[in-house]
């Protein structure tokens, strides 16, 4: 591997950025890299950096890029929509097309919000679903992330349904006070939380697959114990969705497991790889939203039109023809990975851990062996494939990984077992 502009790129960025990167996982420090690289280029599943090294790239942002990288479709969409100018802030057409886009796939969505990130689609829909209840508590689970908003960076303790604490120095405990963290898929324990708190209970949030903590798919029965929990307390069902909607199903993970939440939070692929995100459900709970009601919620760039020009050049590919390719390259992909690790895999999104056992909640994630990971990550990028830098990420399989990129990485990771 060729590292010359990198060095330099990064010594420059260390001087002006904050640890040299605009998101901490960027600087890849978690797998052991004195640097992390630059990228110049992406096309379909190849990134290339600003030293011409190419890499196999199965991190794709975050998970956004379902068709790959430079797109043509998309590229296409973004250009025309860039012509016509870049952002209004009054309403336009797209918005339109792309609210009812999102109305159609994802079946608890009647009326929809676009925002610009993830963080804000959370932390806005937490704000709605508190103002909707007038209560003020909400659930999360261990090791489920939902963005970087106060409420939501607490941590609890392991194993029990614990008070949340701040898991940044900054967020305000008497914030983190009304956030309860629940083990995931421990559904005694949220049982228990709702027994305590349930009178004041808002909202119970999760991602209804776990991304964020590697792979953790929902135990058989657990986001339907959450939905009747919900039910008998009052409080609203949020699915955080922004990994898996249109990602697991056309529908996202509420199609794919049956459970319909209140409100689903959206984002990466909704935006098809622009800033945008989104939240929505039943027209009554969203109506609560200002101008139609009371609830304050805004947004300078929110319905960006080069970003809903690119969310709809994604939405309007996506058909059963899509995720039944997917679930046949995913199927290849697990059955490779398999003999060198525990695979945990729903859809186009998976994750090795370097465990023998199932992983079902964060304690389990955090006991896998991370040096190991760690290995295997500088492994592969020596040999041009690029694995997320954190053993608590999945692999987001997207269109362009045909079969010879999943032999490849299947064949490397053999390597690295021999
Ligand atoms: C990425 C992510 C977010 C935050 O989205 P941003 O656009 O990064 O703010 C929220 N929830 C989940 C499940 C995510 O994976």
Not at 95 to 102: H, N, Q, S, Y
Not at 282 to 294: S, W
Not at 309 to 323: E, F, I, K, N, S
Not at 381 to 409: K, N
Request: with cysteine.
């Amino acid at each position: 591997m060729v590292v010359g502009a990198r060095s330099a790129l990064y010594r420059r960025a260390l001087e002006v950025i904050p640890g040299g990167v605009n998101s901490p996982v960027r600087a890849m420090r978690a797998v052991g890299l004195d640097e992390p690289f630059f990228v110049r280029a992406g096309d379909g599943a190849y990134l290339e950096d600003v030293d011409g090294n190419r890499f196999l790239d199965w991190v794709m942002s975050w998970g956004p890029l379902l068709f790959g990288h430079a797109d043509a479709d998309t590229v296409a969409a973004v250009r025309s929509a860039a012509e016509r100018g870049t952002s209004f802030g009054a309403p336009t057409e797209g918005e339109v097309d792309l609210a009812a886009a999102i109305a159609d796939a994802v079946p608890s969505v009647e009326k929809v919000r676009l925002v610009s990130s993830g963080t804000e689609a959370a932390m806005s829909a937490l704000r709605l679903a508190r103002a909707f209840t007038a209560r003020d508590r909400v659930i999360k689970f261990a090791g489920c992330y939902h963005g970087h908003a106060d409420t939501l960076l607490a941590s609890g303790g392991s194993g029990l349904a614990t008070l949340g604490i701040p898991s940044s120095p900054g967020v305000p405990s008497a914030t983190t006070s009304h956030t309860i963290v629940c083990p995931y898929n421990d559904v005694d324990a949220v049982a228990d939380a709702v027994a305590h708190y349930g009178e004041g209970l808002a909202a119970i949030i999760v991602e209804p697959v776990a991304g964020n903590m590697g792979v953790v798919p929902p135990a058989p029965g657990f986001l339907a114990a959450l939905r009747d929990l919900c039910d008998a307390s009052g409080a609203l069902l949020l699915f955080d969705e922004v990994i898996t909607g249109f990602r697991v199903a056309r529908g996202g993970a509420q199609e794919r497991y049956g459970v319909i939440p209140d409100v689903t939070i959206l984002g990466k692929i909704v935006g098809g790889g622009l800033p945008l995100a989104a939240f929505g459900g039943r027209a009554e709970i969203m109506d609560r939203l200002a101008p139609a009601g009371d609830v304050y919620q805004a947004g300078t760039l929110s319905g960006n039109p080069l970003a809903t020009a690119a969310g709809l050049a994604v939405l309007r590919r996506l058909g059963h023809d899509v995720y039944a390719e997917l679930e046949r390259r995913g199927a290849r992909l697990e059955a490779g990975l398999e003999p060198h690790g525990r695979v945990q895999r729903v859809g186009a999104m998976a994750t090795l851990f370097m465990t023998d056992g199932p992983v079902r909640d964060f304690d389990g994630a955090q006991a896998c062996d991370a040096d190991r990971y760690a290995a295997l990550f500088r492994h592969l990028l020596e040999r041009g494939i690029y694995v997320a830098p954190s053993q608590y990420e999945a692999m987001f399989l997207s269109l362009a990984h045909g079969d010879d990129e999943i032999d490849r990485t299947i064949e490397a990771v053999a390597d690295f077992d021999r």
